[in-house]
Nanobody
Framework: QVRLVESGGGLVQAGGSLRLSCAAS????????MGWFRQAPGKERELVAR???????YYSDSVKGRFTISRDNAKNTLYLQMNSLEPEDTAVYYC?????????????WGQGTQVTVSS
């Protein structure tokens, strides 16, 4: 079983930055596909970014050029650097992991962390 714990959410003004972290309680994350999802009120959960076990990244069009996903296998931690935040980025952000190299259908979820961007 993999337990994922997010941190780093909060309230920020538009144009500001936040860095989310996701700590995994597992021997190693090196063989897991990992990523970040978000869910805004009244909307479906959507994929924001993912990184494969080999380090290949993918971003949704809405965050491309503003967000950066990274992983530190030595620390069993996933990150999401969010810059130039917009009110539309307001959502609960979830860390996810899969037993496959590329995160397609998550096997594990974190509890979520709230990100609120004020205009």
């Amino acid at each position: 079983q993999v337990r994922l714990v997010e941190s780093g959410g909060g309230l920020v003004q538009a144009g500001g930055s936040l860095r989310l972290s996701c700590a995994a309680s597992v021997r190693t994350i090196s063989n897991l596909g990992m990523g970040w999802f978000r869910q805004a009120p009244g909307k479906e959960r959507e994929l924001v970014a993912r990184v494969s076990s080999g380090g290949v990244t993918y971003y949704s069009d809405s965050v491309k050029g503003r967000f950066t996903i990274s992983r530190d296998n030595a620390k069993n931690t996933l990150y999401l650097q969010m810059n130039s935040l917009e009110p539309e980025d307001t959502a609960v952000y979830y860390c996810a992991a899969s037993r496959t190299p590329v995160l397609i259908r998550p096997d594990y979820w974190g509890q979520g962390t709230q990100v609120t961007v004020s205009s």
